[in-house]
Protein backbone atom coordinates (compact mmCIF):
# COMPACT_ATOMS: atom_id res chain seq x y z
CA UNK A 1 0.00 0.00 0.00
CA UNK A 2 1.35 3.15 -1.46
CA UNK A 3 1.93 5.97 1.49
CA UNK A 4 0.83 8.67 -0.98
CA UNK A 5 -2.10 8.49 -2.99
CA UNK A 6 -2.17 9.47 -6.90
CA UNK A 7 -5.88 10.88 -7.40
CA UNK A 8 -6.39 9.92 -10.95
CA UNK A 9 -8.63 7.33 -12.17
CA UNK A 10 -6.63 3.83 -12.49
CA UNK A 11 -4.82 2.92 -15.62
CA UNK A 12 -3.78 -0.79 -15.19
CA UNK A 13 -2.70 -0.85 -18.83
CA UNK A 14 -0.11 1.85 -17.83
CA UNK A 15 3.54 1.15 -19.37
CA UNK A 16 5.80 -0.20 -16.63
CA UNK A 17 8.51 -2.07 -16.09
CA UNK A 18 10.25 -2.81 -12.49
CA UNK A 19 13.45 -1.01 -11.08
CA UNK A 20 16.49 -2.52 -11.86
CA UNK A 21 18.73 -4.30 -8.94
CA UNK A 22 21.75 -2.47 -9.40
CA UNK A 23 19.30 1.26 -10.18
CA UNK A 24 19.94 3.70 -7.29
CA UNK A 25 18.32 6.38 -8.95
CA UNK A 26 14.51 7.27 -8.32
CA UNK A 27 13.48 7.78 -12.15
CA UNK A 28 14.54 4.39 -14.11
CA UNK A 29 14.44 4.12 -17.75
CA UNK A 30 12.72 1.58 -20.28
CA UNK A 31 15.01 -0.56 -21.36
CA UNK A 32 13.93 -0.11 -25.11
CA UNK A 33 14.59 3.30 -25.47
CA UNK A 34 13.97 5.06 -27.61
CA UNK A 35 10.79 4.21 -27.78
CA UNK A 36 10.29 6.68 -30.85
CA UNK A 37 13.36 6.75 -33.59
CA UNK A 38 14.88 9.15 -35.83
CA UNK A 39 12.70 9.63 -39.44
CA UNK A 40 9.36 8.18 -38.02
CA UNK A 41 6.92 9.84 -40.04
CA UNK A 42 7.51 10.51 -44.17
CA UNK A 43 7.67 13.86 -43.66
CA UNK A 44 8.76 14.01 -39.96
CA UNK A 45 12.47 13.45 -39.21
CA UNK A 46 12.38 13.50 -35.64
CA UNK A 47 9.74 13.44 -32.90
CA UNK A 48 10.45 14.47 -29.54
CA UNK A 49 9.67 16.81 -26.63
CA UNK A 50 5.83 15.30 -26.64
CA UNK A 51 2.66 13.46 -24.34
CA UNK A 52 0.31 11.12 -23.87
CA UNK A 53 -3.06 10.94 -22.39
CA UNK A 54 -5.32 7.81 -22.00
CA UNK A 55 -8.46 7.77 -23.98
CA UNK A 56 -10.76 4.77 -24.62
CA UNK A 57 -8.70 2.01 -23.55
CA UNK A 58 -6.33 3.41 -25.24
CA UNK A 59 -3.76 6.27 -25.61
CA UNK A 60 -3.23 9.12 -27.92
CA UNK A 61 -0.29 11.42 -28.20
CA UNK A 62 0.47 14.82 -29.24
CA UNK A 63 3.62 15.28 -30.83
CA UNK A 64 6.22 17.16 -31.74
CA UNK A 65 6.98 16.76 -35.16
CA UNK A 66 10.28 18.25 -36.77
CA UNK A 67 9.28 18.71 -40.49
CA UNK A 68 12.24 18.17 -43.02
CA UNK A 69 11.87 21.89 -43.55
CA UNK A 70 13.00 22.30 -40.24
CA UNK A 71 9.38 23.76 -38.93
CA UNK A 72 7.68 21.65 -35.49
CA UNK A 73 4.32 21.07 -36.00
CA UNK A 74 1.78 19.12 -33.64
CA UNK A 75 0.87 15.36 -35.12
CA UNK A 76 -1.75 12.99 -33.53
CA UNK A 77 -0.63 9.21 -32.51
CA UNK A 78 -2.81 6.16 -31.57
CA UNK A 79 -1.61 3.40 -29.57
CA UNK A 80 -3.26 0.20 -27.50
CA UNK A 81 0.03 0.25 -25.35
CA UNK A 82 1.37 3.72 -24.60
CA UNK A 83 4.72 3.09 -26.13
CA UNK A 84 4.38 1.89 -30.15
CA UNK A 85 2.54 4.39 -32.02
CA UNK A 86 0.65 5.26 -35.38
CA UNK A 87 0.46 8.33 -36.55
CA UNK A 88 -1.46 10.49 -38.31
CA UNK A 89 0.69 11.85 -41.24
CA UNK A 90 -1.42 15.18 -41.42
CA UNK A 91 -0.79 17.69 -38.84
CA UNK A 92 -3.39 18.04 -36.30
CA UNK A 93 -6.01 20.59 -38.07
CA UNK A 94 -6.61 23.26 -35.71
CA UNK A 95 -9.69 25.66 -36.57
CA UNK A 96 -10.60 28.94 -35.13
CA UNK A 97 -14.09 29.09 -32.95
CA UNK A 98 -15.74 29.52 -35.95
CA UNK A 99 -14.72 25.96 -36.88
CA UNK A 100 -12.46 27.97 -39.68
CA UNK A 101 -9.08 26.28 -40.35
CA UNK A 102 -6.24 28.03 -37.98
CA UNK A 103 -3.29 26.81 -38.25
CA UNK A 104 -0.25 28.37 -36.36
CA UNK A 105 2.63 28.68 -38.11
CA UNK A 106 4.88 26.33 -36.01
CA UNK A 107 4.12 24.87 -33.27
CA UNK A 108 6.24 22.68 -30.54
CA UNK A 109 6.50 21.17 -27.16
CA UNK A 110 3.19 20.12 -26.40
CA UNK A 111 1.06 18.93 -23.37
CA UNK A 112 -2.26 17.77 -22.95
CA UNK A 113 -4.46 17.55 -20.32
CA UNK A 114 -8.08 16.72 -18.92
CA UNK A 115 -10.12 18.72 -17.19
CA UNK A 116 -14.33 17.86 -16.76
CA UNK A 117 -13.94 15.72 -20.37
CA UNK A 118 -12.66 18.02 -22.22
CA UNK A 119 -8.48 18.03 -23.05
CA UNK A 120 -6.42 21.08 -23.61
CA UNK A 121 -3.25 20.90 -26.03
CA UNK A 122 -0.84 23.42 -24.93
CA UNK A 123 2.37 24.48 -27.19
CA UNK A 124 4.76 26.95 -28.07
CA UNK A 125 4.00 28.83 -31.46
CA UNK A 126 4.52 32.20 -32.91
CA UNK A 127 2.58 35.36 -31.81
CA UNK A 128 4.82 37.99 -33.20
CA UNK A 129 7.41 35.91 -31.52
CA UNK A 130 7.57 32.13 -29.11
CA UNK A 131 4.38 32.34 -27.40
CA UNK A 132 1.87 30.29 -25.92
CA UNK A 133 -1.15 28.33 -28.05
CA UNK A 134 -3.64 26.66 -26.50
CA UNK A 135 -6.81 24.26 -28.03
CA UNK A 136 -9.57 22.03 -26.92
CA UNK A 137 -11.06 18.76 -28.28
CA UNK A 138 -13.75 16.41 -27.20
CA UNK A 139 -12.98 13.63 -29.66
CA UNK A 140 -9.68 14.21 -31.41
CA UNK A 141 -11.16 15.46 -34.63
CA UNK A 142 -12.28 18.42 -34.37
CA UNK A 143 -9.67 21.03 -32.43
CA UNK A 144 -10.80 24.40 -31.46
CA UNK A 145 -7.78 26.96 -30.57
CA UNK A 146 -8.62 29.39 -27.86
CA UNK A 147 -7.82 32.88 -27.40
CA UNK A 148 -3.72 32.90 -26.78
CA UNK A 149 -3.51 33.17 -22.76
CA UNK A 150 -0.77 35.32 -22.72
CA UNK A 151 1.48 37.98 -24.16
CA UNK A 152 5.02 37.45 -25.68
CA UNK A 153 7.81 36.01 -25.05
CA UNK A 154 6.37 32.61 -23.52
CA UNK A 155 6.59 29.00 -23.49
CA UNK A 156 6.59 25.82 -21.17
CA UNK A 157 2.90 26.32 -20.41
CA UNK A 158 0.65 23.56 -18.82
CA UNK A 159 -2.79 23.43 -17.09
CA UNK A 160 -3.45 21.76 -13.55
CA UNK A 161 -5.73 18.70 -14.37
CA UNK A 162 -8.60 20.65 -12.44
CA UNK A 163 -9.91 23.74 -11.48
CA UNK A 164 -8.66 24.85 -8.09
CA UNK A 165 -10.42 27.66 -5.94
CA UNK A 166 -13.03 27.36 -8.70
CA UNK A 167 -10.62 28.96 -11.50
CA UNK A 168 -8.19 27.00 -14.09
CA UNK A 169 -4.63 27.02 -13.23
CA UNK A 170 -1.53 27.29 -15.53
CA UNK A 171 1.80 27.26 -15.09
CA UNK A 172 4.36 28.97 -17.86
CA UNK A 173 7.93 30.29 -18.17
CA UNK A 174 8.29 33.55 -19.35
CA UNK A 175 11.43 33.96 -21.38
CA UNK A 176 12.69 35.84 -24.79
CA UNK A 177 12.50 35.51 -28.31
CA UNK A 178 16.04 33.23 -28.49
CA UNK A 179 17.84 30.29 -26.65
CA UNK A 180 16.31 32.49 -23.84
CA UNK A 181 19.56 32.64 -20.67
CA UNK A 182 16.77 33.02 -17.72
CA UNK A 183 13.66 32.04 -16.78
CA UNK A 184 11.03 31.51 -13.70
CA UNK A 185 7.85 28.90 -13.75
CA UNK A 186 5.13 31.01 -13.15
CA UNK A 187 1.03 30.89 -12.74
CA UNK A 188 -1.94 32.40 -13.87
CA UNK A 189 -5.58 31.79 -13.09
CA UNK A 190 -8.33 32.25 -15.40
CA UNK A 191 -12.01 31.62 -14.50
CA UNK A 192 -13.34 31.01 -18.14
CA UNK A 193 -9.88 29.77 -19.56
CA UNK A 194 -10.08 33.36 -21.90
CA UNK A 195 -8.98 36.30 -19.43
CA UNK A 196 -5.92 34.92 -17.48
CA UNK A 197 -4.68 36.80 -14.23
CA UNK A 198 -3.67 36.84 -11.06
CA UNK A 199 -0.32 35.75 -12.04
CA UNK A 200 1.92 34.64 -8.85
CA UNK A 201 5.84 33.28 -9.07
CA UNK A 202 6.05 29.56 -8.67
CA UNK A 203 9.43 29.03 -8.55
CA UNK A 204 12.64 30.37 -9.80
CA UNK A 205 16.12 28.85 -10.96
CA UNK A 206 18.19 27.76 -7.84
CA UNK A 207 22.48 27.73 -7.33
CA UNK A 208 21.98 24.15 -7.77
CA UNK A 209 24.56 23.97 -10.67
CA UNK A 210 22.15 21.81 -13.10
CA UNK A 211 19.05 24.36 -12.56
CA UNK A 212 21.31 27.69 -12.61
CA UNK A 213 20.11 28.94 -15.71
CA UNK A 214 16.26 28.21 -16.37
CA UNK A 215 13.64 25.69 -15.70
CA UNK A 216 10.30 25.22 -17.52
CA UNK A 217 7.20 22.84 -16.11
CA UNK A 218 7.26 19.76 -17.86
CA UNK A 219 4.02 17.43 -17.63
CA UNK A 220 0.62 18.79 -15.98
CA UNK A 221 1.05 18.27 -12.59
CA UNK A 222 0.10 14.98 -10.69
CA UNK A 223 -2.40 15.39 -7.91
CA UNK A 224 -1.80 13.36 -4.56
CA UNK A 225 -3.51 13.35 -1.50
CA UNK A 226 -0.24 15.59 0.37
CA UNK A 227 0.85 18.04 -2.77
CA UNK A 228 0.70 18.43 -6.64
CA UNK A 229 4.16 16.67 -8.11
CA UNK A 230 5.66 18.30 -10.69
CA UNK A 231 8.51 17.50 -12.90
CA UNK A 232 10.19 20.20 -14.66
CA UNK A 233 13.26 20.83 -16.37
CA UNK A 234 16.24 22.43 -15.38
CA UNK A 235 19.11 24.26 -17.43
CA UNK A 236 23.23 24.60 -16.84
CA UNK A 237 24.90 26.53 -19.26
CA UNK A 238 28.51 24.64 -19.84
CA UNK A 239 31.50 25.39 -22.16
CA UNK A 240 29.55 23.08 -24.60
CA UNK A 241 26.04 24.51 -24.65
CA UNK A 242 23.00 23.37 -22.28
CA UNK A 243 22.11 20.54 -20.55
CA UNK A 244 19.11 19.83 -19.88
CA UNK A 245 17.53 17.53 -17.00
CA UNK A 246 14.80 16.33 -15.26
CA UNK A 247 13.68 17.77 -11.64
CA UNK A 248 10.67 17.36 -9.08
CA UNK A 249 9.22 19.78 -6.69
CA UNK A 250 5.73 19.48 -4.34
CA UNK A 251 3.32 22.56 -4.57
CA UNK A 252 0.86 23.40 -2.49
CA UNK A 253 -2.30 21.82 -3.12
CA UNK A 254 -5.06 25.09 -2.86
CA UNK A 255 -2.09 27.49 -3.34
CA UNK A 256 0.22 25.91 -5.90
CA UNK A 257 2.67 28.98 -6.42
CA UNK A 258 3.95 27.80 -2.67
CA UNK A 259 6.23 24.93 -2.91
CA UNK A 260 6.05 22.51 -0.19
CA UNK A 261 9.18 20.08 -1.65
CA UNK A 262 12.12 20.98 -3.89
CA UNK A 263 14.52 18.52 -4.45
CA UNK A 264 18.51 19.76 -4.70
CA UNK A 265 18.96 16.77 -7.28
CA UNK A 266 17.75 16.28 -10.87
CA UNK A 267 16.30 12.96 -10.94
CA UNK A 268 17.29 12.52 -14.34
CA UNK A 269 20.23 13.84 -16.31
CA UNK A 270 21.31 13.10 -19.91
CA UNK A 271 24.02 10.17 -19.57
CA UNK A 272 22.49 7.52 -22.12
CA UNK A 273 23.88 8.16 -26.03
CA UNK A 274 19.96 8.99 -26.97
CA UNK A 275 20.00 11.21 -24.55
CA UNK A 276 23.75 12.58 -25.21
CA UNK A 277 23.75 12.67 -28.87
CA UNK A 278 21.42 13.67 -31.34
CA UNK A 279 20.25 16.82 -32.71
CA UNK A 280 20.64 18.76 -29.86
CA UNK A 281 23.09 16.96 -27.47
CA UNK A 282 22.42 16.67 -23.71
CA UNK A 283 18.70 17.20 -23.44
CA UNK A 284 16.30 16.05 -21.26
CA UNK A 285 12.79 17.63 -21.93
CA UNK A 286 10.09 16.01 -19.75
CA UNK A 287 6.49 16.88 -21.77
CA UNK A 288 4.37 14.28 -20.82
CA UNK A 289 3.39 11.21 -18.00
CA UNK A 290 0.83 8.95 -17.10
CA UNK A 291 -0.24 7.13 -13.49
CA UNK A 292 -2.17 5.01 -12.03
CA UNK A 293 -3.71 5.29 -8.84
CA UNK A 294 -4.31 2.06 -7.78
CA UNK A 295 -0.44 0.93 -7.76
CA UNK A 296 1.20 4.71 -7.54
CA UNK A 297 2.83 3.91 -10.92
CA UNK A 298 3.99 6.78 -13.00
CA UNK A 299 5.23 6.52 -16.41
CA UNK A 300 7.24 10.12 -17.94
CA UNK A 301 7.85 10.48 -20.96
CA UNK A 302 10.52 13.09 -22.22
CA UNK A 303 12.30 14.34 -25.57
CA UNK A 304 16.09 13.22 -25.96
CA UNK A 305 18.56 15.28 -27.51
CA UNK A 306 15.47 17.26 -29.83
CA UNK A 307 16.31 13.89 -31.35
CA UNK A 308 13.55 10.77 -29.65
CA UNK A 309 10.84 10.05 -27.33
CA UNK A 310 12.31 8.32 -24.59
CA UNK A 311 10.35 6.37 -21.50
CA UNK A 312 11.12 6.16 -17.81
CA UNK A 313 9.48 4.88 -14.34
CA UNK A 314 9.22 5.84 -10.93
CA UNK A 315 6.60 5.15 -8.25
CA UNK A 316 4.66 7.79 -6.23
CA UNK A 317 6.59 6.59 -2.98
CA UNK A 318 10.03 6.38 -4.67
CA UNK A 319 9.85 9.75 -5.80
CA UNK A 320 8.25 11.52 -2.95
CA UNK A 321 10.76 9.64 -0.58
CA UNK A 322 13.39 10.86 -2.64
CA UNK A 323 12.44 14.54 -2.90
CA UNK A 324 11.89 14.62 0.47
CA UNK A 325 15.56 13.22 1.28
CA UNK A 326 17.38 15.93 -0.80
CA UNK A 327 14.35 18.92 -0.02
CA UNK A 328 15.82 22.11 -0.05
CA UNK A 329 14.03 25.48 -0.25
CA UNK A 330 14.74 29.09 -0.57
CA UNK A 331 12.28 31.78 0.23
CA UNK A 332 11.18 32.42 -2.99
CA UNK A 333 9.72 29.10 -3.12
CA UNK A 334 8.01 29.27 0.01
CA UNK A 335 6.18 32.33 -0.14
CA UNK A 336 2.82 32.92 -2.16
CA UNK A 337 4.71 34.85 -5.46
CA UNK A 338 2.64 38.07 -5.40
CA UNK A 339 4.89 40.76 -5.07
C1 LIG B 1 14.29 24.77 -25.64
C2 LIG B 1 13.04 24.32 -26.36
C3 LIG B 1 12.95 22.82 -26.44
C4 LIG B 1 14.27 22.17 -26.80
C5 LIG B 1 15.41 22.76 -26.00
C6 LIG B 1 16.76 22.20 -26.39
O1 LIG B 1 14.45 26.16 -25.75
O2 LIG B 1 13.02 24.88 -27.61
O3 LIG B 1 12.03 22.49 -27.43
O4 LIG B 1 14.19 20.80 -26.53
O5 LIG B 1 15.42 24.15 -26.18
O6 LIG B 1 17.06 22.49 -27.74
Same mark, same amino acid.
Given at each position: ?5 ? +???? =???? #???? /?? +? ?66 ? %? ?22 ? @????? %? ?7 ? $? ?7 ? +? %? ?10 ? #? $? ?6 ? @? ?14 ? #? ?10 ? $? ?10 ? &? ?13 ? =? /? ?10 ? /? ?13 ? *? ?8 ? =? ?27 ? @? ?28 ? *? ?13 ? /?????? =? ?5 ? &??
Amino acid at each position: MEKIKI +KSSP =LPNI #PWQT /KP +KNCSAPVWRYSENPIIKRNPMPNVARIFNSAVIPYNDEFIGVFRGEQRDGISHIYLGHSKDAVNWEYD %TEKIPFTDENGSSFMPRYAYDPRI @VMIDD %TYYIMWCQD $FYGASIGIA +K %TNDFKTFTRLEN #P $FLPYNRNA @VLFPRKINGRYVMLSR #PCDNGHTAFGDI $FLSESCDMEFWG &RHRHVMGRSEKWWET =L /KIGAGPAPIETD /KGWLLFYHGVVNTCN *GYVYSIGAAI =LDLDEPSKVLHRCSNYVLAPEMPYEEQGF @VPNVCFPCGALTDSETGRIALYYGCADSYV *GLAFTTIDEIWDYIL /KYDSLS =LTDTEEG &RR
